[in-house]
């Protein structure tokens, strides 16, 4: 029997979980009326410091079929996703936001795409209603930029609303890396891919938790996580500043020579800022990178769950989780 999973992460939605309820039971309801398939939700509540985590306790006994990871704490959403990944059990992964801006309709889609052969199906944002022309014109950068800079053929406009299948589950579960840039990921592991074009709903409750610091987070995880390309740079602006310094230091000594010198503080001044900036720039991009490898050195457990609901398998409730 083919199972389906649902993965939504959610982080204080409680306004918002009773019509996500709705949609997608009447989704699930419907791929199994259609076909003798069955559908599983994996809700991952995220560390909800309001009443989602009574919520989703509730919507696990009005409807088995939804089963509950409540994490420790707040792990971010790319950890909440691959949390939920790891906790699914289907052949096919489907993973979508809680707040419903992506319309849950469309894994009937996504379903069809992967009966065709097609092992990755990500939907890709035609038009964006009810965003601030802020996060549209940062989020057009954003795309464009990693995808630049990483030379990686992740897909522009597409976030993480995607079903993937087993083949595809299990090889990007067995990436272990702790900064975890997931499209990108995807994009890394292969199969064959396809993207879905839709038009992206508005926020209907709540309001968006992807702060600018954590949109930054997520911007240099895309581009650290995938190439060296800041260090690269680092050096090429350290290889020009020893050429105009090596420039410099001619007609100094030429001045010299022909005793022309005169005061020369402001000069001297922006060329001490300029060099002390570049230089501290170069080791804050060295540092960013040293970071990360202290914390894949450490190889802790990407997440902890606090308590499950609903997995026959009893040895993974409560019990320590981690990738791979
Ligand atoms: N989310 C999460 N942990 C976080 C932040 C967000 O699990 O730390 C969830 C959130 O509940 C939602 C999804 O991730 O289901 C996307 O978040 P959001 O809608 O705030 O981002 P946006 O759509 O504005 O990019
Ligand atoms: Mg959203």
Redesign the pocket.
Known sequence: MITHSIV??????EEGLQRLFDRVKNLADSIEKSSDEKCEVIL?N?GSKDRSTEILDQIHTMDSRFKIVHLSR?F??QI?ITAGTEWAQGQTVTVM???L?DPPELIHEFIKKWREGFEVIYAVRKTRVGETAFKLFTAKLFYRLVRWITKMDIPNDA?DFRLMDRKVVNAFLSLPERHRYVRGLISWVGFRQVGVFYDRDE?LTGQ???TLK?MIKLAFDGIASFSIFPLRLATGVGFFTSAVAFLGVIYTLFLSATHQTIQGWTSTILVVLFIGGVQLLALGVIGEYLGRMFDEVRQRPLYFVGKAMGFERDERKISPSKVA
Do not use: C, S, W
């Not at 939504?8 to 939605?13: D, K, T």
């Open positions: 939504i992460p959610v982080f204080n939605e991952v995220d707040n971010g959403h909440a936001d809680a707040d801006q976030g926020r968006t938790n992807y954590k």
